[in-house]
């Protein structure tokens, strides 16, 4: 019996589960989502939506797990990913940034960050994260926006800005350079590809910003209605260095400053102390948490991290995956198994903490750590259409007993087979459908050889090539 008008669609999702990340969290069993150009427009039972739409397009199927597309709250998608692990693994946190980082940085042309960029992105979405928050150091805006476009991720970006001097030269900018830079993207950069990348007011942080420059990037941030993205506090550089200038750490002098509120996203935060956090609590900042270059550049988060404490102080923790010379992949599912699983060993605390909470921290928290709650991290009616389908047919998926364990736990981006984005697909049976792939990996290949080589630092590779 036909007891509702069918309206057309264009794109009925079906999964075996529907992780909708909702209020209530609910996961539809036998489940469909209704797309109609960019957004959610209906999520339910398969049964009843099919009822109710006509859809032009059908996705999916019953061996499918469909969640919200990831985000990934912290990386850079440019001198890393072109150069992905020739930075030797053993080196500490000062050398590994400004002796290997900044030196790879500085000698990449705008064709490479392009490139750069473009493997960024179809790594995140052939890993299911539909959306990032760049670090803020990109040199050649223009043509990594360029090439983001293409590709058809959603993003927030900005370029390399700090006014303090650590070499390498290339980067040296005034203080008054380093404003006009920040106005500069955010003037001619409010919105490409239907919105899906835009600038935002970033920092390079650390000790590398001076008082002018923080309050100047958070007066243009909130001039333009972006939020303020910067590092702070992996290692003990930075309150050293804060405590030796102004005589309190970070967070004390930031706060004076009306650098923290809820539009701050700050990467990090390793080495906080109470007081520190308190404030950040206070100021609702959000924490991006790079679990994986933690762990490879020796920050000590399970010795000293306190985000157990930031989250139960109510501080938004979302995750990121950052750069590719610390953390050699840009699979943000990856990265949620670690923070899931770093502290329950470090308190020795199954508490810390629940595979249910670290799928939070990948979607709805980087949802609000982007300032786009309202859009997306779930599936619901009203939201941007970015789904991802995790194939089930594949030994880690099974058996399928409990949803979340299995996300978190067992699976990771290399089970994701369907992306879509803005109800569009970019990622089809394991590919990026935007981009010619093959092309990818060569050009890659050969930047990463050429950059390496323009670089002059060493093959630090320990085993004999023959
Ligand atoms: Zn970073």
Redesign the pocket.
Known sequence: MQDVAQHEIDVLIDAWYVVTMNETRDIIHRGSIAVDKDRIVDVGKTVDLERRYVARQRLGGDRFVATPGLINT???ITGEPITRGYVPDDTPFEENVFQWLCTLYSVANAEEEKVSGQLAAVEMLRSGTTSFLE?G?INFLDEVIEGLVDVGIRGRVGRWVWDLPPEPSVYRQSTDQAIANLQHQLENHKSHGDGRIAAWSILVGHTTCSDPLWKAAKALADEHNVGLGF?MS?ATMDPDGFIAEFGQRPMHHLAELGVLDSKAAL??CVHVDEQEIAIMAKAKVNVAH?PT?ALKVAYGITQVGKFPEMVQQGINVSI?T??NN?SNYSDLMRATYLVAGLFKDARTDPQMFPAEMAFEMATIGGARTLLMEDELGSLEPGKKADVVLHDTDRPEWRPLLNTMNQLVWSADGRGVHTVVVDGKVVVEDYRCTTIDEDELWANAQTMGEAIAARSGLPDKAKFPML
Do not use: K, N
């Open positions: 912290h990386i850079h670090a150091t590092h992996p990467t990090h790079c270059t990121g950052d750069g610390a």
